[in-house]
């Protein structure tokens, strides 16, 4: 499945963006999707996921309650909806997607086979 993020940009502490990933290709397969991050520096860490079944949501603790990740099988497109912006959220963002993947690896960035080109998110204080 192909991928494609979008939705960044600057903002101030306190803001609010929404990001979204368009998929195409074998989207008739039930996948498990998810954001990660990447800051300047630092190892690409998990946001948040759809699990494949039952479509249960999960979260890294530093955004729960502020970030909201749901998908519209229509329109074949995940969303992040990011209120209460900080500046440690600044990163690059990354959609994923596999249809194979565990509940157990579901924060690991290599056990998922589709990524998009990520979108800048900056944060200013």
């Known amino acids: 499945v192909q991928l494609q993020a979008s939705g960044g940009g600057l903002v101030q502490a306190g803001d609010s963006l929404r990001l979204s990933c368009a998929a195409s290709?074998?989207?008739?397969?039930?996948?498990?999707t998810a954001w990660f991050r990447q800051a300047p520096g630092k190892e690409r860490e998990f946001v948040a996921a759809i699990f494949r079944s039952g479509g249960s949501t999960h979260y890294t603790d530093s955004v729960k309650g502020r970030f909201t990740i749901s998908r519209d099988r229509a329109k074949n497109t995940m969303y992040l909806q990011m209120n209460n912006l900080k500046p440690e959220d600044t990163a690059v963002y990354y959609c994923?997607?596999?249809?194979?993947?565990?509940?157990?690896?579901?924060?690991?960035?290599?056990?998922?086979?589709?990524w998009g080109q990520g979108t800048e998110v900056t944060v200013s204080s």
């Open positions: 994923a997607a596999s249809s194979r993947i565990i509940l157990s690896s579901l924060r690991i960035p290599s056990a998922y086979d589709d």
């Open positions: 290709g074998r989207t008739s397969s039930g996948f498990t």
